[in-house]
């Protein structure tokens, strides 16, 4: 493992036993080089450490924001047995918000300020979760497609070079293959039904579709911030491979659905062993990404209430904390 204790403040001076900053800079470059996990304690570019607490703390805020379209459903779930079944996984994504938050941490920022930065509309989220959820049929196409983008695109990053987010996301893509399934499991449910259940699930893949191709972010050619993450090892896949990926995976279950998905230009390239798509409306999703989606303000308005509402819940934390601190000092004493 690189290990490399050693971060130097801005007027420090080099003493003996510090390396010198270009040998800390091709530690760093061997490390990435040679597919080694960088961690919290190790000398890292200010430029990688930055592009991670912003790639992992949108991931955050996103796992805490996707909450919400599906919170709207827990008690209008069909069955008991559903209703069970979809706040497991909403509790599933609370926790991933947690793991990932506290992995930014270990970057030097603390969670107030990545919460005050969501909070002030100043931190983005992943653009699908300003899409409204209209009827149960969407609790099966967000299962079915937003987590099933979410596995393509976090599958690769448990390769990440930046060990505590790639340990961090070895357990959430466990879960997120229970998501996938359980919104696979709605679908083919509707599709089974009455032809009013299984146009419900055609609405569904209809309204989400395009948002979730788009979800995979802009074209590798449009792409900011894409071959810079590539290089450093915290991207392994463009955004373009992902999104073929998907759609090559996607296709074939919508088949076995019986479902029709909305791209008259879909159709399988024998010679490039992929799906062809049509065109992406990119200026939906730029429209999205900048606060003009269907749900921009109700979801950040929600979650500014749950957070003040949930102010008691820190105070309390915090007092017991102190407290048993106290009786700990005594007892020591
Ligand atoms: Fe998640
Ligand atoms: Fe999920």
Redesign the pocket.
């Known amino acids: 493992m690189y290990t490399q204790a050693i971060d130097l403040k801005p007027g420090t001076e080099p003493t003996a036993a510090m390396p010198a900053p270009g040998d800390r800079e091709r530690a760093f470059e061997a490390a990435i080089a040679d597919d080694r996990r960088i961690e919290p304690q190790d000398w890292m570019p200010e430029g990688y450490r930055k592009t991670l607490v912003r790639q992992i703390s949108q991931h955050a805020h996103s796992?805490v924001v996707?909450m919400l379209p599906e919170g709207n459903w827990v008690t209008r779930a069909p069955s008991l047995r559903r209703k069970a079944i979809l706040l497991a996984k909403i509790q599933?994504?609370g926790g991933?918000g947690l793991y990932l938050y506290a992995a930014a941490e270990t970057l030097g920022v603390s969670r107030e300020e990545l919460v005050d930065a969501l909070h002030a509309g100043k931190a983005k989220y992943s653009s699908i979760f300003n899409y409204p959820a209209l009827t149960w049929a969407d609790m099966g196409a967000i299962g079915w497609l937003v987590?099933g983008a979410?596995i393509m695109n976090q599958v690769p990053l448990c390769r990440c070079s930046y060990g505590p987010y790639a340990r961090a996301m070895i357990r959430?893509c466990k879960?997120?293959s229970f998501?996938q399934r359980q919104g696979f499991d709605i679908m083919l449910a509707l599709c089974r039904g009455t032809p009013a259940q299984k146009a419900m699930a055609q609405d569904a893949l209809d309204r989400w579709w395009w948002p979730v191709v788009m979800m995979f972010g802009p074209s590798d050619s449009e792409s900011i911030h894409s071959a810079q993450t590539m290089r450093w090892g915290i991207k392994r896949l463009s955004n373009d491979e992902l999104r073929q990926r998907f759609i090559d995976a996607t296709v074939p279950q919508a088949e076995l659905l019986g479902l029709r998905i909305p791209d008259p230009a879909l159709r399988w390239n024998e010679a490039r062993g992929h799906y062809d798509h049509g065109p992406i409306d990119w200026s939906e999703f730029w429209r999205v990404i900048e606060g003009d989606g269907p749900c921009n303000r109700e979801r950040l308005a929600a979650r500014v209430r749950a957070h003040e509402n949930g102010a008691w819940v820190r105070e309390a934390a915090l007092a017991h904390a102190a407290r048993h601190a106290g009786t700990d000092s005594r007892e020591a004493a």
């Open positions: 796992e996707g599933d994504e991933h987590d979410a959430i879960e997120e998501h």
